[in-house]
């Protein structure tokens, strides 16, 4: 079994990161052994889509169960998809909070802890800057698509993954037009 | 929160613009997903 936690720092000492898709590092971890691995999330800094993206590179890792602070509800239908529990609200050191799992002590959510774009530096310039609609847009236009799916993930992960891409990319299409009917509306 | 005064400006038309691209850019990633979704599903 391998357990994925959010992290400050690439080892089992460091904090549990509050975000799960800008995270700095996954710790990987064996819970038997306690043996672990040390990710660097190169998401942390995408303009957008992190949550998605993070939670495909964890699904290929094989993982069963992810502990962080906080995460959306893209990261959570992308994890669910894939079969992989969600344990929000755990703080304190990877250890720490590893034992805890083992212990019983920290149970899977039903739902995502927070709504999208939590854990975005610098959300308020760009919102509003560049309206609703163009918010929304950014966040998605990166690092999606069938071409970065994992190759560790079964054919019905990778369907049902796709599907709640879909699904997800539909719903801002049709806010996208909305904007863009109002703005033509408008002229 | 108040007014971001670093907050970039554009106009409406680049906003529009930004905006068509965009629904261009997710109606093609919809596309290849549709795409792949029928491939997996035919395999």
């Not at chain 1, 950014?138 to 698509?145: A, W």
């Amino acid at each position: 079994m391998k357990i994925a936690v959010s992290a400050t720092a690439p080892g089992l000492d460091a904090e549990v990161d509050p975000r799960f898709g800008r995270c700095q590092y996954f710790i990987i971890v064996d819970p038997q052994t306690m043996e672990f691995e040390a990710l660097d999330n190169s998401n942390a800094m995408a303009a957008g889509g992190a949550g998605i993206s993070t939670a495909q590179m964890i699904a290929s890792k094989g993982v069963e169960v992810v502990l962080t602070g906080n995460c959306g509800p893209n990261a959570y239908q992308t994890l669910s998809a894939a079969g992989i529990q969600v344990v929000t609200g755990v703080s304190g050191k990877i250890k720490d909070a590893i034992e805890a799992y083992k212990a019983g002590k920290l149970q899977p959510n039903a739902q995502p802890s927070v709504g999208s774009h939590y854990g975005m530096g610098g959300g308020t310039g760009m919102g509003r800057g560049m309206g609703r609609g163009m918010g929304r847009g950014m966040g998605m236009g990166v690092g999606m698509g069938p071409g970065i799916m994992p190759e560790a993930l079964s054919q019905e992960q990778e369907i049902a993954i796709l599907k709640s891409q879909a699904q997800m990319l539909g719903q801002q299409l049709n806010e996208i037009q909305r904007r863009l009917e109002e703005m033509e509306k408008g002229s | 929160m108040g007014t971001d005064p670093f907050a970039p400006q554009m106009t409406r038309e680049q906003e529009l613009d930004f905006l068509r691209n965009q629904a261009e850019a997710i109606k093609e990633e919809l596309d290849q997903i549709d795409g792949r979704i029928k491939e997996l599903e035919t395999e």
